[in-house]
C-alpha cells in the first residue's frame, strides 16, 4: 500500500498492517539498514482522523524523523484529513511539526494548505516540462548556479528548500560544484521527478514550515521561486535560516506597489503568486539573523535574489 519513503537520513518503510481491515499501520525507521524507530498510525480511513499512536526510538533524531515522516505520509500516501496526537507524542514535536495545536492543546491539525497542489501528476509533468522548455526558465538557472559558484562553490554542503524536479542541483552539477547536496520538497510527485532524473542525488520529503533537519546542519541553504507560492515567509525564511550554518541564497518576489497575494490556474489546480516588499524580506532577515550581510540582485523588475551571509 505504501512505498518506503526517504525523511532526513531515515527509511520509513511499513512493517505491517496490524488489524485486517488494514486501518492500522506500523511503520519502521531505519538507518543504514538498521530499525531505529517505529511509529504506529491508528483509526485510518480516507479523508478522516487518524491517530499517533505510538513512537518508539532511541535516539531523539530517529524519534523526530520517524514522527515528522509518519505525520506526510498520513497525509499525503494515507489520505487523512486530520492526524491527533497520541499521548506519547513529544510536545516538541508538535511545535516543531509546523501544524497547529487542536483546541485542547493535544490535536496535531493538517492546516488548511489550499495553496499547496504540486502533487497532482499531470500538474507536475507539464509545470516540469515548461521548467525543461523555457528560456527565461535556463536563463534563472544559470544565473542562480552562477551567483551560487561566486559565492559559495567552497562550501562542503547544502540543502535545497523546495527542490521542484531536481533542475537547481543539476544546473550547480553542471557548473562544477562537488558539495553534498540535500533537496527537500512536500511534493510526492516532485520528489519522485527528481529522483528518477539524478538518482545519485539525495532528496526527501521536507517541508519549508518546519524542516527535518538540525540547526546548521548545512553549509548553504537554497530556495528559488517557494517563496513567491506561500501564504507568508516568516516562518519559511527562519527555517532556511536554521538550516544554513554560514548562507542562504533565495529568491522573492517583490513588488514594493502592491505587496500581497494573487492567484494562478494550472490545468485546474490553484497556486499562490505571492509579492513581498523589500523593507519586508530586509526586516525578516535582520529580525531572524541579526548582523547578517545582505546582498540583493534583481533577475527581472520583481524577482530578486537574496544572498544572506551570516554573522559568524
Ligand atoms: C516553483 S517550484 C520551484 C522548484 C525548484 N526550486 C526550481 O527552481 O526549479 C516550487 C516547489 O516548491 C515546493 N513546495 C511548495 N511548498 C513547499 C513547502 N511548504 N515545503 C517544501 N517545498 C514546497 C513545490 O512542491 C515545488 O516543487
New binding site residues.
Given amino acids: 500500500m505504501i512505498k518506503e519513503q526517504r525523511v532526513g537520513n531515515m527509511w520509513l518503510r511499513p512493517i505491517s498492517h496490524m488489524a485486517s481491515d488494514g486501518r492500522e499501520l506500523m511503520l519502521g525507521g531505519y538507518d543504514a539498514g538498521v530499525l531505529v524507530a517505529t511509529v504506529q498510525v491508528d483509526g485510518i480511513a480516507r479523508g478522516a482522523e487518524a491517530r499517533i499512536a505510538s513512537v518508539e526510538a532511541a535516539r531523539p533524531d530517529h524519534l523526530r524523523l520517524a514522527t515528522w515522516g509518519a505525520i506526510q505520509i498520513a497525509f499525503s500516501a494515507l489520505d487523512v484529513k486530520r492526524l491527533v496526537a497520541g499521548a506519547s507524542l513529544p510536545r516538541d514535536l508538535v511545535r516543531d511539526s509546523?501544524f497547529a495545536r487542536g483546541a485542547n492543546g493535544e490535536e496535531l491539525c493538517r492546516p488548511n494548505?489550499w495553496?499547496?497542489n504540486?502533487?497532482t501528476h499531470d500538474v507536475?509533468s507539464q509545470?516540469d516540462q515548461y521548467?525543461l522548455a523555457s528560456s527565461e526558465?535556463k536563463l534563472?538557472?544559470a544565473q542562480?548556479a552562477q551567483v551560487f559558484m561566486e559565492r559559495a562553490a567552497k562550501m562542503g554542503s547544502a540543502c535545497?528548500?523546495?527542490?521542484?524536479?531536481?533542475?537547481?542541483v543539476q544546473s550547480l552539477r553542471e557548473s562544477g560544484w562537488t558539495g553534498a547536496y540535500q533537496g527537500?520538497?512536500?511534493?510526492y510527485?516532485?520528489l519522485a521527478l527528481a529522483m528518477a532524473r539524478l538518482p545519485q542525488e539525495r532528496f526527501a520529503l521536507?517541508?519549508?514550515?518546519a524542516?527535518p533537519c538540525e540547526d546548521g546542519e548545512f553549509d548553504v541553504a537554497?530556495?528559488?521561486?517557494?517563496l513567491?507560492?506561500?501564504p507568508e515567509i516568516s516562518r519559511?525564511l527562519a527555517e532556511i535560516c536554521r538550516a544554513a550554518r554560514h548562507m542562504a541564497i533565495f529568491?522573492v518576489w517583490v513588488n514594493d506597489a502592491a505587496a500581497g497575494v494573487t492567484r494562478e490556474e494550472v490545468a485546474g489546480k490553484t497556486f499562490i503568486h505571492a509579492n513581498s516588499t523589500l523593507a519586508q524580506v530586509d526586516a525578516e532577515i535582520q529580525r531572524l539573523s541579526p548582523g547578517s550581510h545582505v546582498e540583493r540582485i534583481a533577475q527581472t523588475s520583481q524577482k530578486y535574489l537574496f544572498i544572506v551571509q551570516k554573522a559568524p
Fill in positions: 509546523g494548505r495553496w499547496e504540486w502533487t507536475v509545470i521548467w526558465e534563472w538557472r542562480r535545497e528548500v523546495g527542490c521542484g524536479s531536481g533542475l537547481v527537500f520538497d512536500t511534493s510527485q516532485m521536507g517541508d519549508a514550515f524542516l537554497i530556495c528559488f521561486e517557494v513567491c507560492h506561500l519559511p529568491t
